[in-house]
């Protein structure tokens, strides 16, 4: 009987299918996934508000970035940002079969990673793509205080595996325990908001160091070791095309970031604040 009754059912089912009314009934059920993706990207003013933030921070760094005196504002960052640089070369040469030494940051602003093995075409782009891939991904989470406060989380577990390689570098170990002081702080502000344009400021910074800093190595100071020139030799093509294609990649992955931030974080700023407060609450 087992064998009737499910070919009846399937006779039931085909019916349907194949019925004018039956279809005029089933083809709205699915409409909602189409519409989603037909639909326009909207900017609510939460995240216009977002998008006019970023927009200021990336032309606030670019001043700041090479005025004389008021530059050394941005040291602390720009120290971080080259810690998200060599913890790129490192995590790639781990994940690649190598070996990290330790990982040293330069009071004149440069870094280095000692490293044995690993697969050289990719732990020398590493630097620069991984950096801006991680400001991409705090650029994305930036829209939003609950992904900021997760974002913070994996930034502090990236922190002790970065103290861990440089626990010999006294300005390593204070440039990490400074963001990490930072962002510890700003999670008591009006349930975090702060944090989230924190996030934000540094996503922005490190998504586009790769840009600044290419320029400034290769373009307008000519630098000879870098990266780029490195890779150059190794692989062949000329030190500048490498950095103009790693700063493309860069500016690539923050569009990206942003398209991705609009589409995934509607709420307004008291629908985030309120989500906030049920999720790792700090007051």
């Not at 006779?11 to 009934?25: G, I, K, V, W």
């Not at 070791?225 to 500048?240: E, K």
Request: with cysteine.
């Amino acid at each position: 009987m087992a064998p009737f009754h499910v070919a009846r059912g399937l006779d039931h089912l085909t019916r349907a299918l194949f019925d004018a009314d039956s279809t005029e009934q089933i083809i709205p059920r699915f409409s909602p996934s189409h519409g989603l993706l037909r639909r326009s990207l909207t900017v609510n003013h939460t995240q216009a508000v977002t998008l006019g933030v970023i927009v200021a921070y990336i032309v606030a760094i670019a001043l700041l970035w090479n005025l004389p005196y008021v530059r050394w504002s941005l040291w602390p960052f720009k120290m971080l940002v080259i810690a998200f640089h060599e913890f790129g070369h490192a995590i790639t040469a781990c994940c690649t079969g190598g070996r990290v030494k330790c990982i040293s940051l330069d009071p004149r602003e440069g870094g280095v990673t000692y490293m044995q093995g690993g697969i050289g075409a990719l732990t020398l782009p590493a630097g620069y793509l991984g950096s801006s891939l991680i400001g991409a991904l705090l650029i994305f989470c930036g829209f939003d205080i609950v992904a900021s406060k997760l974002a913070s989380i994996v930034l502090g577990v990236c922190f002790l595996l970065t103290l861990w390689w440089a626990r010999r570098d006294w300005l390593t170990i204070i440039t990490v325990l400074f963001a990490v002081g930072l962002l510890v702080a700003c999670w008591f502000i009006a349930h975090a908001e702060a944090l989230r344009f924190v996030v934000l400021f540094i996503g922005v910074m490190s998504a586009l160091y790769s840009v600044w800093d290419i320029c400034d190595d290769l373009i307008l100071r000519k630098v000879n070791s870098s990266d780029s020139s490195v890779f150059a030799q190794r692989y062949g093509g000329s030190s500048r095309c490498w950095g103009v294609i790693w700063s493309l990649v860069s500016v690539a992955f923050m569009a990206v970031a942003i398209v991705a931030g609009i589409a995934a974080f509607p709420e307004s700023f008291s629908e985030q604040e309120k989500d906030s407060e049920h999720f790792i609450p700090t007051r």
